[in-house]
């Protein structure tokens, strides 16, 4: 009786321990996690995500017509430039035909001028030599008649006489004779002037029209640039705003992937506690029995270690990414890289890169990384992808180079600093690129 007793005193003390350990241990777990945070449903992050790629490519066509717009923007500018140089052409073409013009109205107005000077000195001349044949009728000294020779007093008189009189006749009507061929050779060469100077006008005419063509066809062409710079002005605009709204549906996606990650963090860390309370009730069961303890159930080993290192990075949510940055100790200034990084302004930020991020969560497990995620893809344990589980590195390579890290969460999501301009988010695994194995190291 006695013995029942006591056994049955041992039942109630184990009991009352049990009890009052889980209790304690659901009081110190009720304190140490907060409320849940907000968590996001899979439909409203998926809306998300679809809505941010539709923008994405309206984005990328407004880029292409934007790109086609800029390429017809330059052929149009080296029409400008020969529309140009054809309306200086025909500026100067216009020019040499004018000058050619007036110097044939000169040629002719000169040529009328000596026409018309050798046409008075023939009529002159003509007024001259009737006067002279007058007189001498008058005289009785008419060229060949006798009384020419009247006076004469020696035959020698009479011959001189006589060959005077023939030279100032053939005198006169040689002059006559050279000033007629100098009238009709002046009329010739003023017909001839007058000629080219028509041909002058009418090139110049021809000139003037093909200046006039021109200036219309380098108007046209400059009206057709402005038209075409105006369209590339509002495409640039309708692109700005659609990118605007893209940055904003990213945003939007990375808020509500931040929540999932926190949330999914606040279930890890109750998910944490309630192990503890577990395996503190199981530790009081077993002091409280006189049998062996059982093999229960209780967390894989180094369990804790990687729900640290997961830990480690969700806490690092929303950090702005640095090329180059990230240390044990937490986020750290970016370096230069001589290209893009530095055209994000890395090398001014304090953040983390992909494999930063990786060694500062893994420090936390005293795991050290080398800041190059293609040695950290050569540090631990390689697994198959398709057995990765919570806690393992995520590769990505291009022609067989590693060139992103990642840390996964489970349930198909994972933690990263993805790339210059954005922050540390979680997201879901992309298979694209993905390296066949994940690295293990607890």
């Given at each position: 009786m006695s013995r029942t007793r006591g056994v049955l005193r041992a039942?109630?003390?184990?009991?009352?321990?049990?009890?009052?350990?889980?209790?304690?241990?659901?009081?110190?777990?009720?304190?140490?996690?907060?409320?849940?945070?907000?968590?996001?449903?899979?439909?409203?992050?998926?809306?998300?995500?679809?809505?941010?790629?539709?923008?994405?490519?309206?984005?990328g066509e407004l880029a292409n017509r934007l790109a086609d717009a800029e390429s017809?923007?330059?052929?149009?500018?080296?029409?400008?430039?020969?529309k140009m140089e054809d309306a200086n052409k025909a500026r100067v073409d216009l020019g040499r035909a004018e000058r050619a013009y007036d110097d044939a109205r000169r040629a002719a107005e000169a040529a009328g001028a000596e026409a018309d000077a050798a046409a008075r000195q023939i009529e002159e001349q003509r007024k001259r030599l009737?006067?002279?044949?007058?007189?001498?009728?008058?005289?009785?000294?008419?060229?060949?008649?006798?009384?020419a020779f009247i006076g004469s007093k020696t035959p020698q008189d009479v011959l001189d006489r006589a060959v005077f009189l023939d030279a100032i006749s053939e005198s006169q009507l040689d002059v006559m004779d050279d000033l007629e061929r100098a009238r009709i050779e002046k009329i010739n060469k003023d017909s001839l002037t007058r000629a080219a100077l028509q041909d002058a006008e009418a090139k110049r005419l021809a000139a003037d029209q093909a200046r006039s063509a021109a200036e219309a066809a380098e108007q046209a062409a400059i009206t057709a640039q402005e038209t075409q710079a105006e369209q590339a002005r509002r495409l640039e605009a309708d692109k700005a705003g659609v990118e605007a709204q893209l940055a904003e549906a990213r945003s939007h996606v990375a808020g509500l992937e931040a929540q999932r990650g926190r949330y999914e963090s606040w279930q890890a860390a109750k998910q944490r506690e309630e192990e503890a309370a577990a395996q503190a009730a199981a530790q009081a069961t077993s002091n409280s029995t006189?049998?062996?303890?059982?093999?229960?159930?209780?967390?894989?080993?180094?369990?804790?270690?990687v729900e640290v290192v997961v830990g480690r990075?969700?806490?690092?949510?929303?950090?702005?990414?640095?090329?180059?940055?990230?240390?044990?100790?937490?986020?750290?200034?970016?370096?230069?890289?001589?290209?893009?990084?530095?055209?994000?302004?890395?090398?001014?930020?304090?953040?983390?890169?992909c494999s930063g991020l990786m060694i500062y969560a893994f420090a936390g497990a005293g795991v050290s990384l080398d800041h190059y995620s293609g040695y950290q893809y050569q540090s631990g344990r390689r697994v198959p992808v398709s057995q990765m589980r919570r806690g393992d590195m995520l590769f990505w390579q291009d022609g067989g180079r590693i060139h992103h890290v990642a840390l996964y969460l489970g349930g198909g999501r994972m933690v990263e600093a993805p790339y210059s301009g954005s922050r540390v988010r979680v997201t879901a695994v992309r298979y694209g690129g993905i390296a066949p194995y994940a690295v293990r190291m607890l």
């Open positions: 039942r109630s003390i184990a009991t009352i321990t049990l009890l009052t350990t889980v209790g304690l241990a659901a009081s110190g777990s009720a304190l140490a996690v907060p409320p849940p945070p907000p968590n996001p449903s899979d439909a409203e992050i998926s809306a998300g995500r679809e809505t941010a790629q539709s923008t994405a490519s309206q984005v017809q923007l330059i052929g149009l500018r080296s029409q400008v430039e020969l009737d006067q002279f044949a007058a007189s001498s009728y008058r005289q009785g000294s008419t060229i060949g008649s006798a009384t006189v049998t062996a303890p059982s093999a229960g159930a209780g967390p894989r080993p180094g369990g804790r270690s990075a969700l806490s690092q949510l929303g950090v702005q990414y640095a090329w180059g940055g990230g240390t044990s100790r937490g986020p750290s200034r970016g370096i230069r890289d001589g290209g893009v990084a530095d055209s994000y302004g890395d090398y001014a930020k304090v953040g983390f890169d």
